[in-house]
């Protein structure tokens, strides 16, 4: 009897807080990465929650480089993300995916892996315009000279998403005030920090 309520004891000790994906989609240059890092540093010093950002170019040069630009491969790609974010998840941790993902298949199948209570779909959302306009890896720029295929945007499409679970538009704030407004929103959700 006396081991049961140490067993119990250290359960209520270990537990683990609900982990969950925010799945960051939109276009190259939206600001996914940018605020990705703004809301890891916050989750981390302000709530005390672990936390590990999924960026697509990171995985692309790990887990994920054998695979090129088609469709079937950006697919494969995303589902090998979502197979980690569930894990991830599933083990008390925030995870935040940085990943274009362009077609709305991906993105469906990913909440379906994950698991639609751990799953939020936040669009990332900015004009090719300003896209272009910021370019950071000068991808757009290639590919308007040819230099470059399979741009999403450009050469390949982007679906955005129709009835994402949270916008935020990154041509109207700064990204600190981009990450206010995903927190705010998150809370209004009911997603425990």
Not at 63 to 83: F, T
Not at 103 to 111: D, G, H, L, M, T
Request: aromatic share 6%; glycine share 8%.
């Amino acid at each position: 009897m006396t081991t049961n309520v140490a067993v119990s004891e250290h359960s209520r000790k270990f537990q683990k807080p609900q982990g969950f994906t925010i799945w960051m989609t939109g276009l190259p240059g939206s600001g996914k990465s940018t605020l990705a890092g703004i809301l890891k540093q916050r989750f981390e010093e302000d709530y005390g929650r672990f936390v590990e950002i999924l960026d697509g170019d990171e995985i692309r040069k790990g887990l994920s480089r054998d695979l090129g630009l088609s469709r079937e491969h950006r697919e494969e790609h995303a589902r090998r993300v979502s197979y980690l974010a569930k894990v991830l998840s599933r083990n008390g941790v925030i995870s935040i995916v940085a990943l274009i993902s362009p077609y709305k298949v991906s993105r469906e199948s990913a909440r379906e892996l994950i698991g639609k209570d751990r799953f939020l779909e936040v669009y990332i959302k900015a004009s090719l315009a300003t896209c272009e306009k910021r370019d950071p890896k000068g991808l757009y720029a290639k590919a308007r000279k040819g230099e470059i295929n399979n741009m999403t945007g450009i050469q390949d499409p982007y679906e955005p998403p129709e009835s994402p679970d949270i916008i935020i538009e990154t041509e109207l704030g700064t990204p600190g005030e981009s990450a206010e407004i995903l927190i705010a929103k998150l809370k209004d959700l009911n997603y425990a920090l």
